[in-house]
């Protein structure tokens, strides 16, 4: 099972990486459908220790819970009706959350529980409540355990065994490093099974369309957690800038070797920086709703010191725009400086504009971010 030692240099990519998102597929984490493995979960807990204690952050996707659900129910076969799995998911969830919970805080570490779904992420106001929570849970040092909400969608059950999910997060949070660890240990150019000498690809740059022919090809079905799928999902974590390894989860101590530059698996890199990924994202949305005009004071902040917009500094809001829309700041001679992603609707932003943040839970009577637009939401223009 083990990956042939990678000629290459150990990688700056890896060893750069501060935020990473750690996927762990069923197989692992059930311990091929045999119940919760807790030593493989214990395993994984104490590096995600060892990596905050090193003031990196990491947030963990997990599967496991149908794994888990089935073995609780008693069925010895995965059913085939969708209902069915999503009752094995609910009753699953349960155990692998208190698993997480126990084993997280033998290491001194608090958890949280998060179940998100793919239309969770591609909602505006959605996306910017999820972001906003889980980076307070970072800032809090809590360790963020996510899975797939399957009792209201079934995309990662149908396919990915939450490959997607891990990828959609990692794009989220804006992740350095998405680590896929799997029942395989990585990506070879061609089915090991059907092609034995096939290569080993050590590494290779996210989003090629070669690793999608190598990991199952065009027309393949996209299996459950397979290549495909992996390879997809690094796909689109480089598009928000995160690099992606697809490694075998019982490596030995495979999340501290991986940060430390040692290849483990195969690194598929993303070939656009994480802070040029943000801009061209929002620089690719033309159509903005509303904008805001600052006063002279917020525009040299924000063209100088690339601060965040806070309201005060807002002293005219045009058009309508829901929260998590983007819209153009413009400085007082209406020339536009910057855009970004508002914290707050038109109508509540007319509502705090030129007052201090302290007064926003007292003008709306709720509070969602001191900023109306926080400085990594935003690109200068
Ligand atoms: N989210 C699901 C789980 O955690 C996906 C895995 C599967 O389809 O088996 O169990």
Not at 137 to 158: F, Q, R, S, W
Not at 262 to 279: C, N, P
Request: aromatic share 4%.
């Amino acid at each position: 099972m083990v990956a042939p030692t990678s000629p290459l240099a150990p990688s700056p990519v890896l060893a750069a990486a501060r935020r990473i998102v750690v996927k762990v597929g069923s197989s692992l984490v059930t311990n091929e459908g045999r119940g919760i493995d807790a030593e493989a979960i214990g395993t994984w807990c104490r590096q995600l220790a060892a990596l905050a204690r090193e003031g990196r952050e990491v947030v963990m996707v997990s599967s496991g819970a149908i794994a888990e659900g089935m073995k609780r129910l008693g069925w010895a076969t995965r059913p085939t009706e969708l209902h069915e799995l999503q009752a094995a998911a609910a009753v699953g969830q349960m155990g692998l959350a208190q698993m997480y919970e126990t084993l997280l805080r033998e290491q001194g570490l608090a958890s949280a529980q998060v179940l998100l779904t793919h239309a969770d992420l591609a909602d505006r106001e959605r996306y910017l409540n999820a972001r906003s929570t889980l980076l307070t849970l970072l800032g809090l040092k809590v360790i963020p355990v996510i899975n797939e909400n399957d009792t209201v969608v079934t995309d990662e059950i149908k396919f990915g065994d939450n490959d997607t999910l891990g990828a959609l997060v990692a794009n989220l949070i804006e992740a350095d490093l998405l680590v896929i660890l799997t029942d395989q240990p990585g990506l070879y150019e061609a089915d090991p099974r059907k092609v034995p000498d096939a290569a080993f690809v050590h590494e290779a740059a996210a989003g090629t369309p070669e690793l999608e022919r190598m990991a199952g090809g065009a027309g393949s079905a996209i299996g459950r957690g397979g290549m495909l799928t992996k390879v997809l999902a690094a796909k689109r974590a480089a598009g928000s800038g995160a690099s992606t390894v697809i490694a075998w989860g019982r490596e030995p101590d495979a999340l501290l070797r991986l940060v430390r530059g040692e290849r483990i698996g195969t690194l598929l890199v993303a070939q656009t920086a994480k802070l040029a990924a943000r801009k061209q994202w929002m620089a690719d949305h033309l159509q903005l709703r509303g904008a805001v005009v600052v006063d002279e004071g917020a525009a040299a902040k924000l063209r100088e010191e690339g601060k965040s917009l806070l309201p005060i500094g807002v002293v005219e809001v045009q058009g309508e725009f829901a929260r998590g829309d983007v819209i153009a700041i413009k400085a007082p001679d209406g020339r536009d400086i910057a855009r970004g992603l508002a914290n707050y609707a038109s109508s509540e932003a007319r509502r705090i504009a030129r007052q201090p943040s302290a007064r926003i839970a007292e003008l709306l009577g709720y509070m969602n971010e001191a900023e109306l637009i926080h400085r990594d939401n935003l690109v200068r223009v």
